[in-house]
């Protein structure tokens, strides 16, 4: 199994550019998100997903889209690049949806904004 | 709401030192589940641990210990014998059973960088 897999490793973007960052994962899992990571502020969850067709918001989804037309894959969308969304950003996976799963995640995206 | 403070940022320690690293956790719910991950200098969350809220028995790993105390909202993490591989941040999370309608919700503390010097 590759586990999460996410591309590219690396990104730069010009304001108002747009772009979609892939996440993959091969174990079955039905639960999906993704997250940014800012110095200091650990992750914050941006959108998840319970399954296939099921999409909906976490803790800072403006600027960004995800859809899940598939169990394995789980695409965010950023439409018009700000340099606020400069980040790290992180695709997870678990088994299920409830507190009880644990999230895996991929080794993630370094985007930058200019 | 629900909430996790890593309130040591940065810790450095020389090769073989214990350290502790600290996690206070706030939360409405009875239920709830606490975890703790490593990302090391390649930037990758490795899963290290994960404790329910009815079991407080401390963990012991290897050089690893946790100790979950629901009296003070602790979650504290210790290695033994620290190593120059030990050099990471490390993150404390929460998970709510409230949350089981919104999906599997991690909230993360800001995370605490060891540095194990040889």
């Known amino acids: 199994n590759a586990g999460v897999t996410q591309t590219p490793k690396f990104q730069v973007l010009k304001t108002g550019q747009s772009m979609t960052l892939q996440c993959a994962q091969d174990?079955?899992?039905?639960?999906m998100s993704w997250y940014r990571q800012d110095p200091g502020m650990g992750l914050r969850l941006i959108h998840y997903?319970?399954?296939?067709?099921?999409?909906d918001q976490g803790e800072v989804p403006n600027g960004y889209n995800v859809s899940r037309s598939t169990t394995e894959d789980f695409p965010l969308r950023l439409l018009s690049a700000a340099p606020s969304q400069t980040s790290v950003y992180f695709c997870?996976?678990?088994?299920?949806?409830?507190?009880?799963?644990?999230?895996?995640f991929g080794p993630g995206t370094r985007l930058t904004v200019l | 709401a629900q909430k996790v403070t890593q309130a040591q940022t940065e810790i450095s320690v020389v090769e073989k030192e214990d350290v502790t690293l600290d996690c206070v956790y706030e939360?409405?719910?009875?239920?709830?589940?606490l975890f703790w991950y490593k990302q090391p200098p390649s930037g990758e969350l490795v899963f290290l641990i994960r404790?329910?809220?009815?079991?407080?028995q401390n963990e012991i790993s290897g050089r690893y210990s946790w100790n979950f105390q629901k009296s003070t909202s602790s979650f504290n993490f210790t290695i033994t014998a620290s190593q120059v591989v030990d050099s990471a941040v490390y993150f404390c999370?929460?998970?709510?059973?409230?949350?089981?309608?919104?999906?599997?919700?991690?909230?993360f503390g800001g995370g605490t960088r060891l540095m194990v010097k040889p």
């Open positions: 997870a996976s678990s088994y299920g949806y409830s507190s009880t799963d644990t999230q895996y």
């Open positions: 174990m079955n899992h039905e639960y």
């Open positions: 997903s319970v399954g296939a067709g099921i999409t």
């Open positions: 939360t409405r719910d009875t239920t709830y589940y």
């Open positions: 404790r329910n809220s009815f079991d407080e």
């Open positions: 999370a929460l998970s709510e059973d409230l949350n089981n309608n919104a999906g599997n919700m991690l909230t």
